[in-house]
């Protein structure tokens, strides 16, 4: 209900201020044996992150749509599992090498990396509106009661091609690959930076590509011209995006061909079958090889409407 809601919101405030100390701490040198490091910073842009997110789905979304599961990236489940990883992955290694394990410059370097993430998110989420939540509009594969699906109303259905959109196809994308990335960078996980950087890079390209071809079906041409002005900047997904764009023109032009090809077929045959039907002329009986003067050729004198 809605104050449970208002609980989890209170929850991760109380953690981000706690996060945020924490790390002040760490960095000044004044905490204490009970210190956890890095994982402050984590903590802290983790919980902005969820809080920021379920704030803009109640200033945009209906009532209907906003539950708890909107706290917890229903998009991308695994992204709970390796925050539980990456926890591992840190306290092990400071445990067993804490001389080698923690650098404070690629703490800071993962925290900005985040917090330019987290703005990149912020910022798209807020320029698109509900463009950002199309998704919605469909019937999920899984639905248990289709009968009871309402798709979510877009009145202002359109390319978003202004803020961060003029420059960046997916700014929320390149976002969330800034975000996890500087996760790991902040956390010093070379492990998990590994992992959590190829997972989420595919993850989201194969989203990319999806959309992009949703897109393409709904407004064409419009957004073939957007495709082609506005570059995507995560690492390889240009190229991708370009090689999916044009098999999409091929394939479309090969149809295109195909039916008018088909249209051409069907009108040679329409000609060639009305050449080969025979006119009225033709389907009259003609006297060519009738022997003249016998009663057959007469005939014609006196009927001349039978044999034509």
């Known amino acids: ?152 109303e877009i009145p202002d259905r359109r390319i978003v091609q202004d803020g961060a959109y003029c420059w960046e196809r997916h700014p929320a994308y390149l976002g969330a690959m800034m975000w996890g990335v500087g996760a790991e960078i902040a956390l010093c996980n070379p492990g998990m930076l590994l992992i959590v950087g190829f997972v989420l890079w595919a993850s989201l390209l194969h989203v990319a590509l999806e959309e992009e071809q949703e897109l393409y079906d709904e407004f064409k041409g419009g957004y073939a011209n957007y495709a082609t002005l506005t570059r995507c900047w995560i690492p390889l997904f240009n190229s991708f995006l370009e090689n999916a764009a044009f098999q999409r023109e091929m394939s479309d032009n090969c149809e295109e061909n195909h039916d008018a090809d088909i249209d051409d077929d069907d009108l040679e045959e329409e000609d060639d079958c009305e050449e080969d039907l025979p006119s009225e002329d033709d389907l009259l009986p003609t006297w060519e090889g009738v022997p003249k003067g016998g009663a057959l050729w007469n005939r014609q004198f006196r009927d001349p409407w039978v044999l034509g």
Not at 40 to 48: D, E, G, I, N, T
Not at 76 to 102: D, H, I, T
């Open 1 to 152: 209900g809605e104050s449970g809601l208002l609980a989890l919101c209170a929850v991760f405030g109380l953690h981000m201020g706690v996060g945020l100390s924490e790390t002040a701490l760490w960095f000044l040198r004044s905490d204490d044996a009970s210190s956890v490091g890095p994982w402050s910073v984590l903590v802290f842009f983790a919980s902005l992150l969820y809080l920021d997110s379920f704030w803009m789905e109640n200033l945009t979304l209906p009532p209907d749509y906003i539950t708890s599961i909107s706290l917890f990236f229903p998009m991308f489940p695994a992204y709970n599992a390796a925050v539980a990883m990456s926890c591992g992955e840190l306290f092990l290694e400071w445990r067993y090498f804490p001389e080698q394990k923690l650098w404070k410059s690629a703490v800071l370097v993962g925290a900005i990396l985040m917090a330019v993430g987290q703005f990149l998110i912020s910022r798209a989420s807020r320029t698109s509106e509900r463009n950002f939540w199309a998704s919605c509009r469909n019937m999920p594969e899984e639905e248990e009661k289709p009968e009871d699906f309402v798709g979510l």
